[in-house]
């Protein structure tokens, strides 16, 4: 029977991926390729290599510290691992070498699997081969499947229906066997997919709780303790792969807010949508993804296409409602608790009250949950439980199950979907650098900050050998200034981070005009992929040199102080477009002694900001950030110190600046930043931080017509601060006529990736020079900021 099942679930898969059976080695089972799909192609291959080659690796934990984004360490967490599915699947790419094929043979197994794994658990529940078909079928194949071909690790779903499997029984019998299965198999789920491990617990705590209820075993300390031991050796089972995420989460302060969480959250809107290739709903328009309205969010997105089926929907309620009358209803129960819990869950911050917050204030792992809208698949495994309850209350027979199953189909099957090529693995330059003796790190051009690095991911597999380029759920705080220096890969900043990262290959698509020159340090190597040039980097005195040429005019220096230490000035942030008559949070401006002593007798001046968001904005993003700079007497940053407190997420970070050697030197503190591996970047010549440009502007005789042009360095990225100075103004700072010049800043990137910042300050008109007021815009939305509290 289990043969015939798998059998099915097997047709079943092939049949809603539809030709990808037929293009195993050609395409990649995806509908895009460039980004998700082939960072998980890289992903997928990076396991599978080290499984083969090197096992004890991954069993000890060296597999994380993977080849993207040189020089950071532990990239491998910056998404799913996938570290199981490769060991799975590495026996296949022992024997073919085939990447593609080991994708989409793991794609399709995935549904298929996750098909007989509800299989279980419908046919452990009801006791019906019927049931289980049709939940089976469902939870294989429903639209979200579709809309998250570019997600290979969403489609691990395997785990969850045997985790609920072995909770039923852990219930019902309350046998230590159980119990170790069902912490066996929550483990397997966490460990497939990160994501899913979280939803896991709570759907596995709800139904938990629901189950002793329904039983009438809240009281049984025989079940809690079944249950308690469950989860206490799922947390040691998962603890070896947790551990470097942990480790990377606290090292770069990674984590998702509430603001990040609302903005790819479900709505009603979601569970009515399917992927345009569904051939019955998207095809015909009756559930294509519909344009937002008037003040609405657009959900056309992949993470907003989760119909669950009208079949699924139907049978579902009439299992509850036959259930709830039988000796089901302990199950019926428990599957309710799931679609309930599911469906609060995935609409987010913005959705029932203050749930979604208080839970991800409490619940260990919501910090890596972007996109609420996921929750969708509890809603989901509820729905399939239950109707599979129908089914098996209704008696259906082996025709009218077949019947069923076929409707199910009608409605989940795609269009033929055109799935995109398969990637490039094997190239003439990789050939090239495998073939090269020694280590030394890579750099591909172009280098972007997006998705466009994932083919030169995908082919550093070849070669395995460290490259600048990456792409994933993440990225490390340094990624945006190699972005911006190699926007042009001649300049003069790019080659002193070629020097200070220790880049040993560079490889463009075109011949770089100045290598081969006497002050170059790129020496041509190879000539391969149609034009593309590999260059060596090769320092020698003149190229070294050179590097000097990074001096450039320095902006004026700054005039007399008009401010002294202890003056703190405190401003109320007020949400344009939000409730204008109530405080979105405060800022405040401190001058202060020198915090770093070892910047000492150098340092002059500390400057310190502070900001918190009020109580009511808490519900969507929770800020108390503190920025403190200490600087020297010519308002020149020595040292600078942010820590962010935003929710759970928290990050330290620490920059130090040598004016002399023209670095500025990151870490998570200052003695990390200080020491000799600290990560090295350019610094401009009288360079300011953001803090410091704002007392440094303050300095300056300030005229109607002045203007002036700082470079800023913020958190290691080299920006131009251009400022210049309109007329003279009266403005209104609680009910106070204040005279002020109309201040306009504007940040300026080397490559600009969204709309830049639109600021206006006013600065009193006395010799103060103190900034009385800003209306700031961005994307993030507008604010103003008033004075609300001086002290001199």
């Not at 909770?167 to 170790?180: F, G, K, Q």
């Not at 935003?646 to 930043?673: K, L, M, N, Q, W």
């Not at 360095?713 to 103004?729: I, K, Y």
């Amino acid at each position: 029977m289990w043969i015939k099942a798998a059998g099915l679930y097997l047709v079943a898969a092939c049949v809603v991926t539809w030709p990808l059976a037929t293009q195993l080695t050609s395409r990649l089972g995806a509908l895009e390729g460039a980004g998700d799909p082939y960072l998980n192609v890289w992903i997928l291959g990076w396991g599978m290599q080290a499984w083969l080659a090197d096992p004890l690796a991954v069993l000890g934990g060296g597999v994380f510290d993977a080849n993207i984004f040189y020089p950071a360490e532990g990239v491998l967490t910056y998404s799913d691992h996938l570290l199981l599915q490769s060991l799975l699947t590495s026996p296949l790419y022992a024997v073919t070498g085939n990447l593609a094929l080991c994708y989409n043979v793991l794609l399709i197994l995935s549904l298929a699997a996750s098909g007989l794994a509800m299989h279980a658990l419908a046919r452990s529940l009801t006791g019906s081969t019927a049931a289980a078909f049709v939940a089976g079928v469902a939870w294989a194949c429903w639209p979200y499947r579709t809309a998250h071909l570019l997600h290979l690790q969403l489609q691990s779903l395997y785990f969850l229906p045997l985790a609920l499997w072995a909770l039923h029984r852990v219930v019902a019998a309350r046998r230590w066997r159980d119990t170790i299965l069902l912490a066996i198999f929550a483990a397997l789920q966490a460990i497939s997919s990160v994501y899913y491990g979280v939803m896991t617990a709570m759907a596995l705590v709800a139904a938990a709780a629901t189950l002793a209820v329904a039983t009438g075993q809240w009281r049984s300390s025989r079940l809690w303790s079944r249950l308690t031991v469950a989860g206490l050796a799922a947390a040691i089972l998962i603890a070896p792969v947790a551990w470097p995420y942990w480790r990377t989460q606290q090292r770069e302060g990674f984590g998702r807010n509430l603001f990040e969480a609302a903005a790819h959250a479900a709505s009603a809107q979601s569970y009515t949508q399917v992927p345009p290739d569904n051939l019955l709903y998207g095809r015909t328009g009756l559930m294509d993804p519909r344009p937002p309205g008037p003040g609405e969010r657009d959900r056309r997105h992949v993470e907003h296409q989760m119909f669950p089926g009208a079949m699924v929907i139907g049978l579902a309620l009439l299992g509850f409602w036959r259930a709830s009358r039988s000796d089901a209803r302990p199950a019926a129960a428990a599957a309710v608790a799931l679609v309930v819990v599911g469906v609060v869950l995935s609409l987010g911050p913005e959705g029932v009250g203050p749930v979604y917050s208080w839970v991800a204030d409490v619940v260990f792992g919501f910090q890596a949950i972007r996109a609420p809208a996921r929750f969708g698949v509890i809603v989901m495994a509820g729905l399939c439980v239950l109707a599979g309850l129908g089914v098996a209350r209704v008696g259906l027979g082996r025709r009218a199950m077949v019947a069923v199953c076929a409707l199910m189909m009608v409605e989940y099957v795609n269009a033929p979907l055109a799935f995109v090529p398969a990637p490039t693995t094997t190239t003439p330059a990789g050939q090239w650098l495998k073939s090269v003796e020694g280590p030394g790190a890579v750099l591909y051009l172009p280098l972007t900050i997006d998705r466009e690095n994932s083919p030169f991911m995908v082919q550093s597999l070849e070669h395995r050998r460290p490259i600048v380029n990456g792409y994933s759920g993440q990225r490390p705080m340094f990624f945006t200034s190699f972005v911006d220096a190699f926007a042009d890969p001649e300049s003069l900043e790019a080659r002193a981070l070629l020097k200070d990262a220790r880049v040993r290959f560079v490889v463009s698509p075109a011949v770089l005009g100045s290598a081969g020159a006497a002050d170059s340090p790129l020496v041509e190597r190879a000539r391969v992929d149609e034009g593309a040039v590999i260059y060596e980097v090769v320092w020698t005195n003149e190229s070294d040199a050179a590097l000097d040429g990074l001096a450039a005019a320095e902006p004026p220096a700054p005039g007399p102080a008009p401010f002294r230490i202890g003056e703190t000035a405190t401003y109320a942030v007020e949400w344009v477009g939000g409730p204008l008559d109530v405080t979105a949070g405060t800022i405040a401006f401190r001058v202060t002694p020198p915090q770093d002593a070892a910047a000492l007798p150098r340092a002059a001046w500390g400057f310190e900001m502070t900001v918190d968001t009020a109580a009511w904005v808490s519900r969507f993003f929770e800020a108390h950030d503190r920025f403190r700079t200490t600087a020297d007497a010519q308002l020149r940053p020595l040292s600078h110190v942010r820590a962010l407190r935003e929710g759970r997420r928290s990050i330290d970070r620490a920059f130090v600046f040598d004016h002399d050697a023209r670095r500025v030197r990151a870490g998570e503190t200052i003695d990390d930043a200080r020491g000799p591996a600290a990560m090295a970047l350019p610094l401009p010549p009288g360079a300011r931080d953001t803090l410091t440009a704002l007392w440094y502007l303050r300095s300056l005789p300030l005229a109607p017509g002045f203007s002036v042009t700082l470079p800023v360095n913020d958190a290691g990225r080299s920006l131009s601060l251009e400022v210049r100075v309109g007329d003279r103004e009266t403005i209104d700072i609680g009910g106070r006529v204040e005279d002020a010049f109309r201040v306009q800043p504007r940040i300026v990137a080397r490559v600009e990736r969204r709309r830049p910042i639109d600021a206006t300050i006013w600065l009193s008109a006395d010799g103060r020079r103190l900034p009385l007021a800003a209306d700031i815009s961005a994307g993030f939305g507008r604010v103003r900021l008033k004075l609300v509290d001086y002290r001199p």
